[in-house]
Nanobody
Framework: QLQLEETGGGLVQAGDSLTLSCVAS????????MGWFRQLPGKEREFVGG????????DYADSVKGRFTISRDNAKNTLYLQMNGLKPEDTAVYYC????????????????????WGQGTQVTVSS
């Protein structure tokens, strides 16, 4: 089992930056392809971006491309989501997720491809 815990959410103003962290425990973090998802009020959870465990290739949703950056520090078992130029429409609960250990290299945009999930952290962007 891989446990994930997100931190770093909060209330910010439009245009501000915020960095979310996701600390992993229980398995070899470096062997998991990771993703960030978000759930806007009244909507389904959606893909934000992901980072492969081999080669560190990334993929992002069009809505955040150029504003959000995903990175990982395997020594700290931590995944990051750097969010710049935040907009009110980025208001959501943000979740980190992991694909199965050492089996899935490619970043996937499908929720069902992720096996482990954190509890989420709220990000609110005021206008």
């Amino acid at each position: 089992q891989l446990q994930l815990e997100e931190t770093g959410g909060g209330l910010v103003q439009a245009g501000d930056s915020l960095t979310l962290s996701c600390v992993a425990s229980g398995q070899t973090f470096s062997a998991h392809t990771m993703g960030w998802f978000r759930q806007l009020p009244g909507k389904e959870r959606e893909f934000v971006g992901g980072l492969s465990w081999i080669g560190d290739s990334t993929d992002y949703a069009d809505s955040v491309k150029g504003r959000f950056t995903i990175s990982r520090d395997n020594a700290k078992n931590t995944l990051y989501l750097q969010m710049n130029g935040l907009k009110p429409e980025d208001t959501a609960v943000y979740y980190c997720a992991a694909r199965a250990e050492a089996t899935a290299v490619k970043v996937s945009k499908r929720l069902s491809d992720y096996v482990y999930w954190g509890q989420g952290t709220q990000v609110t962007v005021s206008s």
